[in-house]
């Protein structure tokens, strides 16, 4: 009984700790200027009229995460709140991931928009980027059955 | 703090990445996890039900911390360059690609970077070029 209980409070702290990560993370995104489609695409435009300054926005994070990952894995341990910490093992160079690179580039240089803008940026209800959004979910859900139907 | 404009300058720029990568190494060390957008996004379809929670929680949260921001300071730029048959198209090969790639800028550029992962050093430049090259041909080219 009394370890139901806890069980479910960490679940509910788990959502909350979410909750505000992702928070943390969107409030980032908008400092960063990654909200803004035409801006990144001025960022990728290296030929023309280039803007660098979304660069500093992966060094700034890379900043942070390098050294941030590096002490979570000699630390060892599981994460305060959910279990073992599930690093990705995968460590092949297949088609899928080079193909997928490829056509995510293409997408992203088309309409400046990766996912993370676009899944932090629907709230302020520009009827392009709720599109954007639901065209986004409807590919990576379609790609997603058709792999588990494989 | 008037004067500060979020997206307006290399600080900006530069402490907003700092906060996502704040953001990253705080989702692993609470919850253990990688904290790239696209994944979580996929795993609401194919992770098992007690894994879906937590997912849709941090995706509720990213456009509360914008929404934050936008309070704070002002509502961001968001001009869009593309016409609709292109922005549908571009969701479409974003979506695709994340999935087919196992990641996208957040996973593979600010995680899989982060820990020198072999398949994120090759996916990260793949994607900038891809993305570079698409803008040189239409801004350019076409």
Not at chain 1, 35 to 62: C, E, H, Q, R, Y
Not at chain 2, 78 to 100: E, F, K, N, S
């Amino acid at each position: 009984m009394s370890s139901e209980r806890s069980q479910r409070s960490r679940g509910g702290l788990e959502v909350a700790a979410a909750l505000a990560v992702g928070a943390l993370f969107g409030f980032g995104l908008a400092l960063s200027g990654m909200l803004d489609p035409a801006k990144v695409i001025g960022f990728l435009d290296l030929f023309g009229d280039w803007d660098p300054s979304l660069a500093f926005v992966m060094g700034g994070a890379l900043l942070v995460s390098t050294p941030g990952y590096l002490w979570l894995r000699r630390r060892g341990g599981p994460s305060l709140l959910a279990g073992a910490l599930s690093w990705p093992t995968r460590t092949d160079v297949d088609r899928p991931l080079v193909l997928g690179a490829v056509l995510f580039g293409v997408g992203w240089g088309l309409v400046g928009l990766c996912p993370g803008p676009a899944l932090a940026g629907w709230i302020f209800l520009g009827l392009p980027i709720l599109v954007f959004v639901l065209a986004m979910v409807v590919g990576s859900f379609a790609w997603g059955s058709l792999g588990a139907t494989r | 703090m008037s004067d500060f404009v979020p997206g307006s300058s290399y600080l900006s720029s530069l402490i907003g990445g700092a906060l996502i990568g704040t953001a990253a190494v705080l989702l692993m060390a609470l919850l253990g996890r990688i904290a790239g957008i696209s994944g979580i996004l996929g795993g609401l379809q194919t992770a098992a039900p007690g894994d879906r929670a937590w997912r849709a929680a941090f995706l509720v949260g990213l456009p509360l911390g914008a929404l934050i921001a936008a309070l704070v300071w002002a509502p961001p730029e968001q001009t869009l360059v593309a016409g609709w048959p292109t922005i549908v198209l571009g969701g479409l090969l974003v979506g695709i690609g994340t999935r087919m790639g196992s990641g996208c800028t957040s996973g593979h550029g600010v995680c899989g970077l982060a820990r020198m992962s072999r398949r994120s050093l090759v996916a990260t430049p793949t994607f900038m070029l891809a993305a570079a090259g698409t803008v040189l041909v239409v801004r350019h080219v076409l």
